[in-house]
């Protein structure tokens, strides 16, 4: 029999939780051949290395390398060096995770050669164009023959497009499958140091921090907050590059860099309110039962808010002020937990692509 031959790509730091459960529940199963290509579209330590060793996944087989650049530079990059890996390893199938510019390029070269493309986390909209995610969404999944959905919403949008329900597995959320294998050790992590009682920020998206006055105006309510309840803010180096380039000051609020993956969940788990601008946490909040409030116009991820603790809060100041007063008053919005959002989301990958043996 013909040993099936599945070839990964991760690029930046939302990928790799949702890669490593897909590589652990594939090895379970052998005879699988797998490999492990890495963009190096994430290459600090703390954006990339850290997660890899906390999440238990082999080193990359390649590391094609790209770094940072413009978007059509880095997906160009992406594009010409994957190529030549993917001709000389021939790989059946090519799984790609999320949405970032890393999935649409590795898609892209995939689709040209006629080998088959997996999509893990297919089906996701925020119906706005300005996002690069949001492009790269639409156009992976236009290239994918298996699209792996998390949740029924994801199934709706693809069937909207045209996309035949034979391609289409709901197969639930393999980010929180991570979670769930990770959440014990998380547990574990030692407080030092950190307030009792704290909203954590984390803000990294483009229309939020490449404009000078939306992120002055956005540090300013953080720092309106921090008057009354402790803001913890790990900064993501695009943010961190942007308030030192508009001569922001965030000094009075309890500054670090990014942080790995478990000591991140720990953060989460014992924080009063998360407030994001990150798709994945509002996942994870979901799962964990931790209010969220979005710093977004709109959501691809729509069942943390029509299940789960999400609320969207947009740019509007007083939004987000009247939301928290809410939950400091104790007064949170309740949530569930999406259907299949069960830690066996990778499991059911495997069993997808086990048929195609
Ligand atoms: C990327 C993804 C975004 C995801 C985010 C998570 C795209 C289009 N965007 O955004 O969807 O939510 O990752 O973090 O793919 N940098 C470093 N060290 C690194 C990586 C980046 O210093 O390891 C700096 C560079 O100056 C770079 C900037 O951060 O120019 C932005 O990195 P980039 O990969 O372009 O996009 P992200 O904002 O990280």
């Not at 490999?35 to 600090?44: A, F, I, N, S």
């Not at 980010?175 to 050790?185: C, E, F, G, H, T």
């Not at 999400?310 to 928290?324: T, W």
Request: with cysteine.
């Amino acid at each position: 029999m013909h040993t099936l031959h599945v070839l990964h790509v991760v690029g930046a730091r939302p990928n790799f939780m949702k890669a490593a459960p897909v590589l652990h529940a594939l090895g379970r199963r052998s005879p699988i051949k797998q490999t492990l290509v890495h963009t190096g579209q994430h290459y600090d330590v703390n954006m990339s290395d850290v997660f890899f060793s906390q999440l238990d996944m082999p080193s990359p087989d390649v590391n094609l390398g790209v770094g940072s650049g413009s978007h059509a530079q880095q997906t160009a990059e992406i594009i010409s060096r994957f190529e030549r890996v993917v001709l000389e390893r021939k790989p059946d199938v090519v799984l790609v995770y999320g949405d970032v510019n890393s999935t649409v390029a590795a898609a892209l070269v995939s689709a040209k050669l006629g080998i088959l493309i997996g999509h893990v986390e297919a089906g996701l909209r925020s119906f706005d164009w300005t996002m690069p995610e949001e492009i790269n969404r639409v156009v992976t999944d236009r290239l994918a023959d298996l699209l792996f959905t998390p949740s029924e919403d994801g199934d709706l949008n693809l069937a909207h497009e045209g996309v035949p329900g034979r391609k289409i597995f709901r197969v639930g959320n393999v980010m929180i499958d991570s979670l769930v294998r990770l959440l014990p050790a998380a547990m574990r992590c030692p407080r030092n140091g950190f307030p009792e009682r704290y909203a954590l920020v984390t803000l990294h998206r483009p229309s939020n921090v490449d404009d000078s006055k939306t992120l002055r105006n956005i540090l300013k309510s953080l720092l309106e907050i921090n008057e009354d309840l402790s803001v913890v803010f790990p900064v993501h180096p695009r943010t961190r590059q942007r308030i030192e380039e508009f001569g922001l000051n965030a000094e009075k609020l309890h500054l670090s860099g990014p942080l790995p993956y478990v000591e991140f969940l720990a953060m989460q788990q014992r924080a009063a309110v998360v407030i994001t601008d990150s798709g994945g946490i509002q996942e994870e909040t979901t799962y964990l039962g931790v209010p969220c409030l979005t710093l977004r116009d709109n959501t691809e991820r729509p069942v943390t808010v029509t299940l789960g603790t999400n609320v969207i809060v947009g740019q509007e100041r007083g939004k987000l002020s009247s939301e928290l007063s809410k939950i400091v008053a104790g007064k949170a919005k309740k949530g569930t937990i999406p259907p299949l959002w069960d830690g066996h989301a990778a499991e059911r990958i495997a069993d997808v692509l086990l048929t195609l043996q």
